[in-house]
């Protein structure tokens, strides 16, 4: 008997608050394996994580009926909600309110992978790609390291 098969893939791109460098190297581990656990609890497949600290990029492959903004919205919320509460950093850990989405095809997955799996890399370098990045200009500049 044939099945459907459906597979979104989704890039997703958000900002602390002000772009302020919120996201030290202690709390990164932590806050990625929160932002996974948070994923993978409303079906999601985390595929990579990673980013500055300033911002995050997450690639999911998601549920077909889960709307993305009701996952942005999960994943940033209890995100936040976590290093405030566990972590306790310094400064209170907040997001901004804007992200951005990008759907992957499918055969980009591995490519947009090893993007997210350099961040750091690419930002020290300069070597960013746009289409990922400058949704950001639109508020704020590019996001640079």
């Given at each position: 008997m044939r099945k459907?098969?459906?597979?979104?893939?989704?890039?997703l791109v958000w900002a602390t608050w002000d772009r302020a460098s919120l996201i030290i190297p202690d709390m990164e581990r932590a806050?990625?394996?929160?932002?996974?656990?948070?994923?993978?609890?409303?079906?999601?497949r985390v595929l990579a994580?990673?980013?500055m600290p300033d911002?995050?990029?997450?690639?999911?492959?998601?549920?077909?009926?889960?709307?993305?903004s009701k996952l942005v919205q999960q994943l940033k919320g209890f995100s936040s909600d976590f290093v405030n509460d566990k972590l306790q950093p310094k400064y209170k850990f907040k997001r901004m309110g804007y992200y951005g989405a990008f759907t992957v095809s499918r055969w980009d997955v591995?490519?947009?992978?090893?993007?997210?799996?350099?961040?750091?890399?690419?930002?020290?370098?300069?070597?960013?790609?746009?289409?990922?990045?400058?949704?950001?200009d639109y508020y704020d500049g590019p996001l640079r390291g």
């Open positions: 459907d098969k459906v597979e979104p893939y989704v890039h806050l990625y394996r929160s932002i996974s656990e948070i994923a993978q609890s409303l079906g999601c994580i990673n980013g911002h995050v990029h997450v690639l999911l492959r998601i549920p077909a009926t889960l709307p993305v591995s490519k947009i992978m090893g993007y997210i799996n350099s961040q750091k890399e690419h930002h020290h370098a300069d070597r960013l790609m746009p289409e990922l990045e400058d949704f950001f």
